[in-house]
Each structure stands twice: as structure tokens, then as C-alpha cells.
């Protein structure tokens, strides 16, 4: 009776000892891992990061890298394929890109700052003069307040036109501006020629038509005022 006494009592010391040992290195992982320095691997110096906070001092070993991503994605618009990395015992490795703005677009009461894929990258109630972007002219006026940083400007014409645009920057034409009075007519002004588009038929069709009557134009020596793509047979004015 006294033995099986002494195994109950020395079963239930193990069983503490191994508690205050789990505890124990508990409350260690939780000071040990705090995650106390992080590493920026970028070439996009000098951007003002936004998320440390969601970060540091934050334990490392229960780390969501995944919803952080996207957490931090949402305060930094110009941030594209962010990736988190665990440095252990207690530091983050973060890589990234910034996006640029390849288009700007006129607002009610600033302007707008377009990526490829339509994002609103930042805002200003001014724009340079000195700027090199295209300016998109849409036949009804964005609001500047409700369009805010990070959203899509989910607008078919409006996003068409900046896959015109990324494809025409390819062939190193500069656009001026992009006048769109309508869906079936968006107007690519280059310069000392006009280019008209219609959402209502593939880019890479126009495309295709564009890029032949280009190459022939530099082989005759010639150049066109205007073409107009919107026909299967491609309208041409010549200078």
C-alpha cells in the first residue's frame, strides 16, 4: 500500500516537473522569439514602408506570414510581389517591388495614378508638368475623395486602355494622352499622329494591324496622321 503510495506521489512530481518545464519554455520562446529587427532586401530605396508596427515585438514563432502579407499589402498600394521571410530566433527578411504608375487620370479634383492593372498607386491635386505619364481624358469625371489609394478603377475601356497602353510602350511609341469619349472609340494621341481603339475587339488584333502598318511606313519612309482600328480594314490618313 505504501509503495503504491510513493509511485501515485512520484507520478504526480514528474507530472509537475514536466508542467513547470513546459511553462517554463513557454514564456522563454515567447521573450527569445520576439521578433526585434527587420531586414529590407529591395533596390526601391528611400520608400516609406508602412506595417513595422504589425511586426515588432510580434513572436516569430506564431507569425502569420500569409495574413501579414496581405495586411501589409492593403497599407502599401505600390507594393507587388511581397514576400516574408522567418529569420530565426528573432528577426523578418521582407522582399519586394514597388509598382509604378504608367498612367494618370483626371479626377473631379486632383488626379489619379494608374498601374498597369488599374490600381490607384497614390493621388495629387497636382500633376507636374515635367511628367512623362500619359494622361487618360474620360468622358465622365472620376471622384477624387471616394477613389481612394489601393483601389480599382474596374472601368472595361479605362483598363483596355492601359493594356493598349503597356503594349504601345513595348513598341516605344509615347503617349501623349488617351482621349475616350465612348467604349467603341478610345483615341491615343502620339505625338504628331492619332491611333483610335475599340474595347469591342481584341488588343492584340489592333496590335497586330498597328505594328505591320508601322513597319511598312519606316520602310516607304512615310508616316500617317491618323488610324483608325476599329474597321477589319484599318483606316489610314497619311501626312
Not at 89 to 118: C, H, R
Request: glycine residues 4%; charged residues 25%; hydrophobic residues 40%.
Amino acid at each position: 500500500m505504501q509503495h503504491k503510495l510513493s509511485q501515485k506521489k512520484f507520478s504526480k512530481s514528474k507530472f509537475i516537473i514536466f508542467f513547470l518545464l513546459i511553462l517554463t519554455s513557454f514564456f522563454i520562446s515567447l521573450f527569445f522569439f520576439k521578433i526585434q529587427k527587420i531586414d529590407f532586401n529591395t533596390k526601391s530605396k528611400g520608400f516609406n514602408f508602412l506595417g513595422k508596427e504589425l511586426m515588432i515585438g510580434k513572436n516569430l514563432l506564431f507569425l502569420n506570414t500569409y495574413q501579414l502579407s496581405k495586411d501589409i499589402s492593403e497599407l502599401n498600394p505600390k507594393v507587388i510581389h511581397l514576400k516574408i521571410y522567418k529569420i530565426y530566433p528573432n528577426s523578418v527578411s521582407i522582399t519586394y517591388k514597388l509598382d509604378k504608375p504608367i498612367a494618370v487620370i483626371k479626377a473631379n479634383e486632383g488626379y489619379l495614378f494608374l498601374s498597369g492593372q488599374g490600381k490607384i498607386l497614390e493621388r495629387s491635386k497636382n500633376i507636374e508638368k515635367s511628367s512623362k505619364l500619359s494622361q487618360i481624358n474620360y468622358y465622365q469625371k472620376f471622384d477624387y475623395l471616394t477613389n481612394t489609394t489601393g483601389s480599382i478603377i474596374d472601368f472595361v475601356d479605362v483598363k483596355y486602355s492601359l493594356s493598349v497602353l503597356t503594349k504601345l510602350k513595348k513598341y516605344k511609341n509615347e503617349v501623349l494622352s488617351i482621349d475616350i469619349s465612348r467604349p467603341s472609340m478610345i483615341r491615343f494621341n502620339l505625338g504628331d499622329s492619332v491611333v483610335i481603339f475599340t474595347s469591342e475587339k481584341p488588343i492584340d488584333e489592333q496590335i497586330n494591324k498597328l505594328e505591320k502598318i508601322i513597319l511598312q511606313f519606316k520602310v516607304e519612309g512615310n508616316n500617317f496622321s491618323l488610324l483608325d482600328l476599329r474597321f477589319d480594314k484599318p483606316v489610314l490618313k497619311y501626312k
